[in-house]
């Protein structure tokens, strides 16, 4: 079994964030995975920030700081691409703001994202759907 407490230091995956008082989780889920997956596609030296921000300011399938899904952020990017989290708004704002993205800021933009709803498996069985 993995040693999951160490991920953070030796770098795959990228520190916890708090999405404060904004209902964001979306958002952060959504990066968070995007980032993980570039990294183990070797796409990525090391672990990379995504732009969190960007996507409850740009993405407006979602309700910003009111919901929204993963899979549609997942979705946003694919046609939009995400930009680094330095490359966007360095920092978190824990509300939505003005949009100010531009194609030229994307770091990464997925050509194929699917999404494979699976409820109540274990971990065995996700590992083995990834």
């Known amino acids: 079994m993995p040693d999951y407490k160490n991920w953070y ?39 990379t920030e995504y732009s969190i921000q960007q996507l409850v ?4 399938e979602q309700s910003g700081c009111k919901g929204g899904w993963m ?6 990017t694919k046609y939009h691409g995400i930009a680094t989290r330095a490359g966007y708004k360095k ?15 994307a ?3 997925p050509k194929v994202m699917g999404v494979i709803e699976q409820d109540r498996n274990v971990n065995l069985e996700l590992k083995r759907l990834v």
């Open 91 to 105: 920092e978190y704002l824990s509300r939505q703001d003005t949009c100010t993205y531009t194609s030229s800021m």
């Open 57 to 60: 300011d740009c993405d407006k």
């Open 9 to 47: 230091a030796e770098g795959k995956v990228n520190k916890p964030q708090n999405q404060k008082n904004c209902g964001s989780c979306w958002a952060f889920s959504a990066a968070a995975v995007m980032e993980s997956l570039n990294h183990l596609y070797g796409n990525e030296t090391v672990l």
């Open 107 to 109: 770091h990464f933009k």
């Open 71 to 76: 899979w549609q952020a997942f979705n946003y």
